[in-house]
Antibody, heavy 116, light 110 residues
Framework: EVQLVESGGGFVQPGGSLRLSCEAS????????MSWLRQVPGKGLEWVAN????????YYLDSVKGRFTISRDNAKNSLHLQMTSLRVEDTAVYYC?????????WGQGALVTVSS | EIVLTQSPGTLSLSPGDRATLSCRAS???????LAWYQQKPGQAPRLLIY???IRATGIPDRFSGSGSGTDFTLIISRLEPEDFAVYYC???????????FGQGAKLEIK
């Protein structure tokens, strides 16, 4: 059974930074593109970023480009999202998911709250 | 960017009813690369349908998807109590590998 477990969420002031992690098990992690998605509580889903199996391709939502960096460590079956210059509108639950162009396995989510 | 618009925003039905949810794209979705997800409160989304009409593993056959081009439909033939949730469509036909979702449609018990 595939398990994805996010960590690193929390409270941060505008302009601050936070690093999310996602630990994967039950799959050959290095075979998968991986994505981060987010959801403002009570609102819809938004894809944020993804990364190819070997890290050679990365794509970002326009509104996070230049502020967020996705990375992975295949030796540790882990995915990361470094978030800098955080804005109030980045407040959301952040999910990691396997990306086969659709998202067939999801983590439980990590809440990031950006507020002064 | 392809914008997906779902309708209705909220659908109120009873168990046993048939539910029809629509997803309209602002431009044609390449190769019908359109997926549907179900999300219940406090849970991550679950993949239901991909390729517009292919059920994901373990999805009951009361869920069906159809459509092409810019108009897509999710039908739940006979609603079970556990089907009341929010449903999202997602397109994945653009290059580079970036995705957009519809705003969601809530299926509630009447």
């Amino acid at each position: 059974e595939v398990q994805l477990v996010e960590s690193g969420g929390g409270f941060v002031q505008p302009g601050g930074s936070l690093r999310l992690s996602c630990e994967a098990s039950g799959l050959t992690f290095s075979n998968y593109w991986m994505s981060w998605l987010r959801q403002v509580p009570g609102k819809g889903l938004e894809w944020v970023a993804n990364i190819k199996q070997d890290g050679s391709e990365k794509y970002y939502l326009d509104s996070v480009k230049g502020r967020f960096t996705i990375s992975r460590d295949n030796a540790k079956n882990s995915l990361h999202l470094q978030m800098t210059s955080l804005r109030v509108e980045d407040t959301a639950v952040y999910y990691c998911a396997t990306d086969i162009r659709v998202f067939d396995s999801w983590g439980q989510g990590a809440l990031v709250t950006v507020s002064s | 960017e392809i914008v997906l618009t779902q309708s209705p925003g909220t659908l109120s039905l009873s168990p046993g009813d048939r539910a029809t949810l629509s997803c309209r794209a602002s431009q044609s979705v390449r190769d019908n690369y359109l997926a549907w997800y179900q999300q219940k409160p406090g849970q991550a989304p679950r993949l239901l349908i991909y390729g517009a009409s292919i059920r994901a593993t373990g999805i009951p056959d009361r869920f069906s998807g159809s459509g092409s081009g810019t108009d897509f439909t999710l039908i739940i033939s006979r609603l079970e109590p556990e089907d009341f949730a929010v449903y999202y469509c997602q397109q994945y036909g653009t290059s580079p590998r970036m995705y957009t979702f519809g705003q969601g449609a809530k299926l509630e018990i009447k």
